[in-house]
């Protein structure tokens, strides 16, 4: 007998056909990832990626690990918007240890903001796209100031483009004035706390937000700037998926990463082709929590159950809650995002989560028989 896989692939229909057979000596204990591994060898094939690497694991267990080309597991890549998961979950361990909270204005912590409208923005509506703040900085101005405090200074004398709350934007520069609210509270500067409350606890050691070695420093991009390896980013993985604690340590509270899951974007308008309906064929309205996608949701409940948070040049981190699986495919495109056969290194990265989710569900239904 044969079925037919499909997915959508950079809004292509991919397709593969697969033999079955009832006869469960022909599977193995582990599930196949011989069609993922093959797609992915394809990409670096043509030359979409110079190189890949990818880890896949259950609980402990590794499911699936493998490199292409010339990226390894500590490969050091920049990761684009894959870095808005970190860099959210940096803020939320302040708000876990100070009296930053998720519903103070951004007045409270920066006071230059008092008068201004944007003084009046939660931090919650900062993280998750809703707050009305431009998502990038004019051009020709380019957000490469050396402190946040200098960038945040850029930004508050731009106009807000929509009323806070009313309406979803996918972008990165409220970020830069979620990070410095951290940095106040905490009386820190950002890359230090992540360093002392993320990176260090969970053995990030080649992960970073500012450039190390570098003639004046540069503000850590929090939307788009972050720098990591495979290894490092699955031990994040490992700590959100286990509800904030690595390797028998709190990193942060089990109800704060649920906040961080939860549907943020409430009432505010979602546009058609966002992500998740671009990307999945998908059309609910809570597509994102505080720094991450909610990719798919329980209809009974409303709780996101599959998490990411893709950047445009092809890193790919999720979270599967059914499943207890988590993986991270990094990579780093080459040239634009989008490519002349259809290929998208943003929109085509859930196929990875959606193989992998196949092969897990294959094996288990021929065990269960």
């Not at 807000?160 to 500067?189: C, D, H, I, N």
């Not at 490092?232 to 604690?245: E, K, Q």
Request: with cysteine; glycine share 10%; aromatic share 10%.
């Amino acid at each position: 007998m044969r079925t037919v896989k499909k997915w959508v692939w950079g809004g292509l229909l991919w397709s593969v056909i697969t033999a079955c057979s009832s006869e469960k000596g022909r599977y193995q204990s582990s599930p196949d990832f011989t069609e993922l591994d093959s797609l992915i060898q394809e990409w670096v094939d043509k030359g979409y990626y110079p190189g890949a690497a990818i880890c896949v694991k259950q609980d402990t267990a590794v499911l699936f690990r493998k490199s292409y080309g010339s990226v390894s597991p500590d490969t050091p890549v920049y990761v684009a918007s894959a870095g808005k998961w970190v860099a959210a979950a940096v803020v939320a361990a302040v708000v876990d240890r100070t009296d930053l909270s998720w519903d103070d204005p951004v007045e409270k912590w920066l006071p230059e903001f008092k008068g201004d409208p944007k003084g009046d923005i939660p931090l919650r509506r900062l993280l998750s796209h809703t707050s009305g703040i431009r998502p990038y900085l004019p051009e020709p101005k380019v957000d490469n100031y050396n402190r946040l405090d200098s960038a945040v200074a850029e930004i508050l004398p731009l106009d807000t483009v929509f009323t806070p709350g009313s309406r979803f934007e996918y972008g990165g520069l409220a970020m830069q004035v979620a990070g410095r609210m951290a940095e106040v509270a905490a009386g820190k500067e950002f890359e230090t706390l992540f360093r002392e409350l993320l990176a260090d606890p969970l053995h990030m050691k080649q992960s970073h937000f500012v450039p190390v070695n570098t003639d004046g420093g540069h503000a850590p991009m929090l939307a788009g700037g972050l720098c990591t390896t495979l290894n490092d980013y699955m031990n994040f993985l490992d700590m959100i998926i286990h509800g904030g604690v690595f390797e028998g340590k709190r990193i942060l509270r089990e109800a704060t990463v649920k906040e961080m899951q939860s549907d943020q974007v409430g009432n505010a308008k979602v546009s058609s082709g966002e992500y998740v309906e671009r990307a999945l064929g998908l059309h609910h309205h809570g597509i994102y929590g505080l720094g991450e996608w909610r990719e798919m949701v329980d209809e009974k409940t409303g709780e996101a159950y599959r998490i990411s948070s893709p950047g445009w040049a092809g890193a790919y981190p999720w979270i599967n809650l059914r499943e207890g699986v988590y993986g991270f495919f990094i990579a780093h495109v080459v040239g634009g995002s989008s490519k002349s056969d259809g290929f998208s290194s943003f929109y085509g990265s859930p196929v990875i989560a959606d193989m992998v989710s196949a092969a897990i569900s294959e094996k288990n239904g021929h065990e269960s028989k």
